[in-house]
Structures are given as structure tokens and as C-alpha cells.
């Protein structure tokens, strides 16, 4: 392989390393999701030259109508003057709980359906509150690769945290790690998601029971992360009340929360409305030691009235109206939301193929012995690179994406690839600098 000073790239490597150095970031191959942002910003601005980017999971559909005309008309109404309910209005809380019954077969009581400054605030929340329960273990562990925002939340928080990369312990073996480390008493909660960012790995119903007998047995809080709800396209999850259903854990233990987003199934991601799910057992059980940080001892009390209030005062008016129409027209079984969100694997497949047509591999590419879906992301890699050196010579390239070393992932040698903002019509520029960079590589 040619050393990469001699290689001439469609971006020129010192336009790269001056704006590198401008903006203080250290080594582009560790750099976090907004660093590559405003790094690939500038150097368009720079060169003209138009980025493939693939760092941000930004949806790239347009806003649900539904909500967007719900929005509007609760505006007109004046609800921007008046505090919401921290707890959320009363017609949202019944559309998720139908959603929850609808879409994953699970029965949940209106009151544990908290509207969220973006699922982001529920998963925050939630480390303030489930970390707390017990004086004698607050440790969260996640199960990896993950989204990194999660662990700066906790380091932000002060509080502990372990990981592991499931890419090893899928099916059966997942039983026996998750034992060695739940055993030794100190894990609070556990946080994964599913489907997977990065990965796109979807957690089996094998997989799932092993992690909610285990909650059950060790009295762990599980988060699940569903900000790509129903979005392994493998299966068809997308009328209301008839399985399949979105697996989770919910089905397996009564110890869990559900953060659920908004962003992406009904691209909405601006108006930051997510929805915070508790289980009712969970809900009203007591727990001695909040009492040193709340003035309930029940945890749902805990969590909005003294955790949620804290952070937020609630969640934006306007945002639970839109949220609340384009559930109840979802739930009614007059807007199929899947059918919309099918572009991000359609065009998963797609760039998929062009990068292993010119010599990269999948990273992640099974769920156990079945091909991994297409979907919002997928993981690459090149042979004789590592993950950082590959990130930082595609940037040469008019291609962006984040590494795998910030996500969890033991797999260093990989890149997660977003496929939400590349736009059909640049398929031919994502070809053409595939082809030279592998010219310029094999």
C-alpha cells in the first residue's frame, strides 16, 4: 500500500489538516459524532466540494404531516403560553399506551407514558433515578456496541459504568457473560439497543428472555432503546394489533423502562418529543433509598415528580399535540409509518453493495446465523486498516461516517455508515471515490 502522503485525494490533505487544527480536534479517527460534523462542515465550506455524509443519524424524510398540521393548530390554540402537565396531556399518555399494546403486545397503564425532551431526556432521566434505587449498586452496564451520547450522560453524571461487545456472546452464550458480571452484585441497570446503533444486530427472543430472567434474578432495571422502532424490515411490523410485534424485553421481566423515539419513524427529530415507558409493576414499586433523593420512595412518583420536574418542567406543549395525532392515526391503523421509513433499507442495500464491490467487508453482518437487516446504519471496514486510519483517509475522500472505537465496539477496525443523509443522487459520487480509493489502497 502506497504511504498516504504520495496518494493524491479528491480533498486535499492540507486543506483537511489546516481546518483539523482551526477547529481543535485531535486525531480525526477518535473524534465524536459532532467533532466529524463540524470538521466536514467546514471543509465543504472550503473545497465546494459536496461530502457522502454518513456520521449523523439524522433522519433525511421529510417531517410526518400529521404532526406538523397537529402542531400548528395546537399553537393556534395558545398552548405555547400555558406549562404542560410534567407528566404529559392526557391524549398523548393514552396514544402511547396504545401504541406500546399495539405494536409490541404489551399492556402498560397511561401513567407510566412520559413524554420526554427527546428519548436523549428519558434515558437521562432514567440514570438519575433506576442508579439510585439501592445504596449498595449503581453501576449501568451496557450491552455493546452503543450510542456514545449514552456514556457521556454518565460520565457527565458521575456515575459508574461496564461494557462488553455482544458480537461474541450472541444466542446462547450471552447467558453465561451476562452472569459473570451480574453476579458480582454491583450492576443497577442494563441499556442496549435494539435494533442496534451501530450495528443493526436485532436482539433474538432467545436473546431477550436470557436478559429479563437475569433482570429478574439479580433486580436490574433494563432500558431498552427503541429509537429505530419496528425497523428490521426483515419482518413486517406494521399493522396494529397483529403480530409480529417489536421484540422486547418487556416480555421476559416486569423490571424495565422504554425510551422511544420520535426522530426517526416519524422524522420529528427537530421538535425533540420522545416517549419514557415504565412498566406498571415497576412504576409502583417502593425503594427505600430514593427517599434520600426524592420525597416518594415509589419510583414513578420519583421519576416525574422529582426527576423529570428537575430537568425539564415538562416537555414541550405543542410537540406532545403532534406526537399525539400522528400515534392515534398509527394506532388507528390509517397511517402505516414502516412503509415511509422502508427508504433507509432500501438504500442500505444499495450502499451496501458499492462499498463491497470495491474490497470492504461488513463488520456486523449476522444475527447469529441469519444475515444482518438493512437498515439506518451498517458497519464497514477495509482490509490492512484500522478503524481510525481508515476514517480519517475517506475523509479525503468526500466520505464521512464515525468510528466504531467511540461506540463500545471491540471491532477497531470498523466505521458505522449512515445511510439517512446520502441522497439517491449521490450514488454516483459515492461509486466513483470507492472505486479510486480502492485503486489507490489494494
Known sequence: MKPFEEITTPVCQSVVEAIRKKIHIGEIGTASIREIKKLVDEVEKSSGIRFVRMEMGIPGLPATEIG???????LEKGVAAIYPDIHGIPQLKQEISRFVKNFMDID???????????????????????????????????IDPGFPVHKQQLHVLGQPWESFDVYNYRGRKLRDKL????SKGHISSILYSNPNNPSWICFTEEELSVIGELADKYRIVVMEDLAYFAMDFRKDLSTPGKPPYQPTVARYTDNWVLFISSSKVFSYAGQR???????????????????????????GHAMIFGTVYALSSGTSHSAQYALAAMLKEVNDGTYDFISVVKEYGEKAKIMKKLFTDNGFYLVYDKDEDEPIADGFYFTIAYPGLEGRELLKRLVHYGISAISLDITGSERTEGLRACVSLVG?????????RLVKFHDDHK
Open 68 to 74: 406538523v398540521k397537529a402542531e400548528i393548530a395546537a
Open 179 to 182: 452472569e459473570s458480571i451480574l
Open 273 to 299: 418529543i420522545g416517549m419514557l415507558v415504565i412498566s406498571d409493576g415497576l412504576f409502583h414499586s417502593s425503594f427505600p433509598n430514593l427517599k434520600r433523593f426524592y420525597s416518594s420512595d415509589l419510583f
Open 108 to 142: 402498560v397503564n397511561q401513567e407510566g407514558c412520559i413524554p420526554t425532551v427527546g428519548s436523549m431526556q428519558g434515558s437521562f432521566a432514567s440514570f438519575l433515578t433506576v442508579n439510585r434505587l439501592f445504596e449498595d449498586k449503581g453501576t449501568t452496564l451496557f
Open 424 to 432: 439517491r443522487d449521490q450514488f454516483s459520487d459515492l461509486e466513483e
